[in-house]
């Protein structure tokens, strides 16, 4: 594909059909560096992600509910890596859509998929993280390996119903052939901001409030517990654990919203064909949170660490044991 020519010609997506959209001028060397950069994102992702994914399913010590979570929540960053990444990338640098209508719809509803799904698993972590801090006698029964799993998919489910009703909805913004765009009314755009993004983070805020309220009063009686040279009961070496496991992934959940916040108060300006520079980075802001995830596992969880130690050096991986 050439990509320099004179300042005087215009380039288009699709040179034959007249309604065709204009290509954006780009020199070789900025392709290059742009597609380079791109691809080298979409593998980290990918590969941190994967790490975790063969983390949690190799070693059975880590099947654990939270742990279940953690997978799912890796799973759906792993498919952004893997399929969102590299689309995303193509309109971006050639800032034209040459994959038809039919996919960028299903790319969309994919999107809106993985999107839901992470925001769900984020839900579901901090009922978890509740429950076992809140109410630690409680959580052995009430939360489950089992009981978690088919959480996870009845959640997926009810998002994919979600996404497919809210696209089918949707009028496609067509104001030149070679875009992957679709225009919802304000009042949808409303509605969808509540319902994929204030409820549910807001509820999330407000678990993790009462969860780091109780872990410090929890942490203060154990400090002084410690103090006074009084033995620790096991059960109070699991609260202390269990706080700092709320912590972590409560670090999950502020990134997140970081990393959202943005694109969702974008998105309240009808600025969602992400023409402007602004909208993009705002948009790859939520691609890169997807790969902001293991990073905090690597930092704050000893036993990533440990996994993906054996995982690269094949030590134990391969032993049945």
Not at 75 to 83: E, K, Q
Not at 152 to 165: L, P, R, T
Not at 284 to 301: D, E, Q, T
Request: hydrophobic share 50%.
């Amino acid at each position: 594909m050439d990509y320099e020519t004179e300042d005087h010609e215009t380039q288009y997506c699709f040179p034959a059909i007249n309604s065709s959209c204009i290509k954006t001028k780009r020199s070789t060397h900025e392709y290059n560096i742009m597609y380079v950069f791109f691809s080298l994102l979409s593998v980290w992702t990918v590969f941190l992600n994967l790490l975790v994914i063969i983390s949690i399913c190799h070693f059975k010590k880590l099947h654990t509910p939270t742990n279940m979570l953690i997978l799912s929540l890796a799973v759906s960053d792993l498919l952004v890596g893997f399929i969102a990444m590299p689309l995303e990338a193509i309109r971006l640098i050639e800032t034209c859509w040459y994959f038809g209508y039919t996919i960028c719809r299903l790319f969309l509803i994919i999107m809106g998929l993985l999107f839901s799904a992470s925001l769900c698993n984020l839900v579901l972590i901090a009922v978890d993280r509740y429950v076992a801090v809140c109410h630690p006698l409680l959580y052995p029964q009430k939360i489950t390996t089992t009981r978690t799993i088919i959480t996870i998919c009845v959640s997926c489910f009810f998002s994919s119903a979600y996404n497919i009703a809210i696209m089918s909805i949707s009028d496609r913004k067509y104001t030149c052939y070679g875009e992957c765009t679709f225009m919802f009314t304000f009042a949808w755009t409303i509605a969808d901001l509540f319902v994929s993004f204030l409820l549910p983070c807001t509820f999330i805020i407000t678990l993790y409030l009462r969860i780091f309220y109780v872990a410090h009063q929890q942490v203060k009686v154990i400090n002084s517990l410690m103090r006074s040279g009084k033995h620790l009961t096991e059960g109070s070496v699991r609260r202390k654990s269990e706080s700092k496991a709320a912590l972590t992934l409560g670090i999950i959940v502020m990134v997140y919203l970081f990393c959202w916040i943005p694109y969702f108060i974008l998105s309240l300006t009808q600025n969602t064909s992400m023409t402007s520079a602004i909208a993009y980075f705002m948009l790859w802001m939520v691609y890169i949170n997807s790969g902001l995830n293991p990073l905090i596992y690597a930092i704050f969880y000893p036993w990533f660490r440990t996994s993906v130690k054996h995982i690269l050096n094949l030590s134990k991986i391969f032993k049945p044991a």
